[in-house]
């Protein structure tokens, strides 16, 4: 057996260690939760197909009402295209002025 006094620094320092990593697995309890709880505010999808390609009206992601938007504004897109493509106008200088 030791000296009373050895086992009681031993026994507090013990006590002093336990609460310490107590107090740590707590916190780390609470970060994770707390990341859990906002995960959802940081997780975002960007979806940049529909920039790039024209076919965003048959996305399997989009809901009817997407699709039709989506449908809705390559048609103008193409209207456009095409009313610009038929208001080109060429200027011929003959006269050097």
Do not use: C, F, N, S
Not at 7 to 30: H, R
Not at 48 to 62: C, I, K, L, P, V
């Amino acid at each position: 057996a030791g000296t009373p006094g050895i086992d009681g620094v031993a026994a507090g320092v013990i006590e002093t260690t336990a609460d310490v990593a107590l107090a740590q697995a707590e916190a780390q309890a609470a970060r994770l939760l707390e990341y859990d709880r906002t995960a959802a505010k940081r997780t975002t999808v960007i979806d940049d197909q529909t920039e790039w390609y024209a076919h965003a009206a048959a996305d399997a992601w989009m809901d009817e009402a997407e699709r039709a938007a989506a449908a809705a504004a390559a048609e103008g897109r193409e209207a456009e295209k095409e009313r610009r493509r038929r208001e080109l106008r060429i200027t011929i200088d003959v006269q050097g002025k």
